[in-house]
């Protein structure tokens, strides 16, 4: 994803940067993207009108940052995590549990994430397409390392995604019976995962 952001480098122009981005999030979070202007966000950040221009030629270019920002974050924890446990079925079961409770402590991601489909298609391809590229090369070495059968790893990368994003979506929004905690809710689906569900 190519973006044409001035990231600063004094202390001032790092923290009305960040300003700029926390204040987006909130509003996009609020309102939704097209509900939000530049006007909006300076206004809401207590800045001149000009000073966004400094950073973002325009509020796409902002949204790509922001959505730039949430796919580096959740992929740097997740790594984070699932580097502590051995095993493909451990990574897997810490990677869904970490992104699930991210979405949790981070709500406003999953709405920014997703408006992203409303707002340019390829833009949420482009999200989805390069977690699935990266999920793919960890499949393959588990084929390789005798940890998984011969399966399509692409297929499988958006299988896997899929139940991380809308098992989220349930445990975020508590949708149906309440299961537990989100780490009780992971457990349960990885253990469905490797039994099956069809007799």
Same mark, same amino acid.
């Given at each position: 994803?190519?973006?044409?952001?001035?990231?600063?480098?004094?202390?001032?122009?790092?923290?009305?940067?960040?300003?700029?981005?926390?204040?987006?999030?909130?509003?996009?979070?609020?309102?939704?993207?097209?509900?939000?202007?530049?006007?909006?966000?300076?206004?809401?950040?207590?800045? %001149? %009108?000009?000073?966004?221009?400094?950073?973002?030629?325009?509020?796409?270019?902002?949204?790509?940052?922001?959505?730039?920002?949430?796919?580096?974050?959740?992929?740097?924890?997740?790594?984070?995590?699932?580097?502590?446990?051995?095993?493909?079925?451990?990574?897997?079961?810490?990677?869904?549990?970490?992104?699930?409770?991210?979405?949790?402590?981070?709500?406003?991601?999953?709405?920014?994430?997703?408006?992203?489909?409303?707002?340019?298609?390829?833009?949420?391809?482009?999200?989805?397409?390069?977690?699935?590229?990266?999920?793919?090369?960890?499949?393959?070495?588990?084929?390789?390392?005798?940890?998984?059968?011969?399966?399509?790893?692409?297929?499988?990368?958006?299988?896997?995604?899929?139940?991380?994003?809308?098992?989220?979506?349930?445990?975020?929004?508590?949708?149906?019976?309440?299961?537990?905690?989100?780490?009780?809710?992971?457990?349960?689906?990885?253990?469905?995962?490797?039994?099956?569900?069809?007799?």
């Amino acid at each position: 994803m190519e973006i044409n952001v001035k990231i600063p480098k004094t202390r001032n122009g790092k923290a009305t940067f960040k300003l700029i981005v926390d204040t987006a999030v909130e509003l996009f979070y609020v309102q939704g993207y097209h509900n939000t202007s530049i006007g909006n966000i300076t206004t809401n950040a207590g800045i %001149a %009108a000009g000073t966004f221009y400094l950073y973002f030629p325009n509020k796409l270019t902002l949204y790509k940052y922001i959505l730039m920002e949430f796919q580096h974050d959740i992929r740097k924890r997740i790594a984070e995590k699932v580097s502590l446990v051995e095993g493909r079925f451990e990574k897997e079961k810490e990677g869904i549990k970490t992104f699930i409770n991210y979405a949790i402590e981070n709500p406003h991601s999953y709405n920014i994430i997703w408006e992203s489909l409303y707002i340019d298609k390829q833009l949420f391809s482009d999200y989805y397409q390069g977690f699935a590229k990266r999920y793919e090369r960890g499949l393959e070495q588990s084929i390789k390392d005798g940890e998984m059968c011969e399966v399509d790893t692409e297929l499988v990368s958006w299988i896997l995604m899929g139940v991380s994003n809308f098992v989220g979506l349930k445990v975020l929004l508590k949708l149906g019976t309440d299961k537990g905690s989100a780490d009780q809710v992971v457990d349960q689906v990885m253990n469905i995962i490797k039994t099956g569900i069809f007799k």
